[in-house]
Each structure stands twice: as structure tokens, then as C-alpha cells.
């Protein structure tokens, strides 16, 4: 079945510097990818997206980035800011509707 | 920016009892889903829903549990006979197109106790 997992299951950075945060994925028919940021008491909030047919998308100070050859997408979160600080979770999409969540890492911004 | 409600905030409920758990997706989105999320773990896909009818639901989605849109804003989700596995924050999330290949958004959730 697919399993999307996460390398680290915490991370702490300093205010200011960049996150990088990895996920795995083993479904390779999956073709869409999104991340999510979770913070206390609320529901998943969408960041950013990206299809299979693209390596690299970019937002507001995040980027995505995607190897199909390793099934491994990351999120970077450029000057990282103490209201960054939540669990993120990558979640893929194959075509049917539903996604499947990865277990989430906690990211802790130490001002 | 338009959002996902979600009602109750929590609910406790006796195991065994019926629970509704209400949500208002997005106005001008055509797809409906519940989630859930147990306590520190990740989250599972329950159900999805399109034109008044079920269009993919999991292994977790047994006979107990029944989702409904009786209007023109509102989704339900209810658990017939609660358990005390189904303790758990449930999420409803909506999207403007069908598959998973859209994001979804999400409402902040309910939760569940059974006690």
C-alpha cells in the first residue's frame, strides 16, 4: 500500500536561519504532492503543492522540492520565524480521492 | 479568506451513543471529505463525497459511520454506536475540483472523547 514517511520526526532551527524539512514517499504512482503545516488546536493549513512533472515550486518564503528518482520531496522555509513553529506534514495524491498523510515533524523555532 | 467550519469544537460522548459532527466547506466547492487524526498520530482519510453520493471511503469507514449534505451548506459525519477507538480529532475538508490532485483545505476539526 502507500506509506509516505518523514525522515525526522523533530526539528529545531534558530530565528532566522532556513528549515528543511524531508518526507518520503513509496507509492510511485503517486503524482501530486502538498504540504501541510499543523499548528496547535487547528486543522492541517495548506503551504504549497507541487506535481510530479515539476522538481522545484516556490512560494512565500518556501520552497518545494521534488526527486522522483528517490521518492523524496522536501520543504524549505526560507528566514525561519518563530510563528513557523508547528508539526508539518507532506501528504500524495494519486489520482483517487483521497491523501495520504505522512506521521509529521515537529518544527521548533528558537527565537 | 474563505474557510471550513467545523461544530462542535468537542464532543464528548458516552461509548455506544450516536454523535453528529457538523461542517460548512468551503461555499463554492463541490467536494467533501472527513479525516481523522488520533492522538500524536498521522492523518487517515475517512471518506469522500461528490454530487450526493460517496465517492471513495477507507477501511475505517464501516457500517457505523454515515456522512450526509441536508442542505446546501452543510456535511455531516455521524458514528451510529460509538467506540472507545473513535476517539479522535475529525477533520471535514472540501475542494473546488474532485481528486486528490487539488489541494484540500481544511476546518479546524472536532474532538472526539468517548468515554
Known amino acids: 500500500g502507500e506509506s509516505v514517511g518523514l525522515h525526522l520526526p523533530t526539528l529545531s532551527v534558530q530565528e532566522g536561519d532556513n528549515s528543511i524539512i524531508n518526507c518520503a514517499y513509496s507509492?510511485?504512482?503517486?503524482?501530486?504532492f502538498i504540504w501541510y503545516k499543523q499548528e496547535s488546536g487547528k486543522g492541517p493549513q495548506f503551504i504549497i503543492d507541487i506535481r510530479s512533472n515539476m522538481d522545484k515550486r516556490q512560494g512565500q518564503r518556501v520552497t518545494v522540492l521534488l526527486n522522483k528518482t528517490v521518492k523524496h520531496l522536501s520543504l524549505q522555509i526560507a528566514a525561519t520565524q518563530p510563528g513557523d513553529s508547528a508539526v508539518y506534514f507532506c501528504a500524495e495524491g494519486t489520482g483517487a480521492n483521497n491523501l495520504f498523510f505522512g506521521t509529521g515533524t515537529r518544527l521548533t523555532v528558537i527565537p | 479568506e474563505p474557510e471550513v467550519t467545523q461544530t462542535p469544537s468537542h464532543q464528548v460522548t458516552q461509548m455506544g451513543q450516536e454523535v453528529i459532527l457538523r461542517c460548512v466547506p468551503i461555499?463554492?466547492?463541490?467536494?467533501f471529505y472527513w479525516y481523522r487524526q488520533i492522538l500524536g498520530q498521522k492523518v487517515e482519510f475517512l471518506v469522500s463525497f461528490y454530487n450526493n453520493e460517496i465517492s471513495e471511503k477507507s477501511e475505517i469507514f464501516d457500517d457505523q459511520f454515515s456522512v450526509e449534505r441536508p442542505d446546501g451548506s452543510n456535511f455531516t459525519l455521524k458514528i451510529r454506536s460509538t467506540k472507545l477507538e473513535d476517539s479522535a480529532m475529525y477533520f471535514c475538508a472540501s475542494s473546488d475540483l474532485g481528486g486528490s490532485r487539488q489541494p484540500q483545505h481544511f476546518g479546524d476539526g472536532t474532538r472526539l472523547s468517548i468515554l
Open positions: 507509492n510511485s504512482a503517486s503524482d501530486y
Open positions: 461555499s463554492n466547492h463541490l467536494y
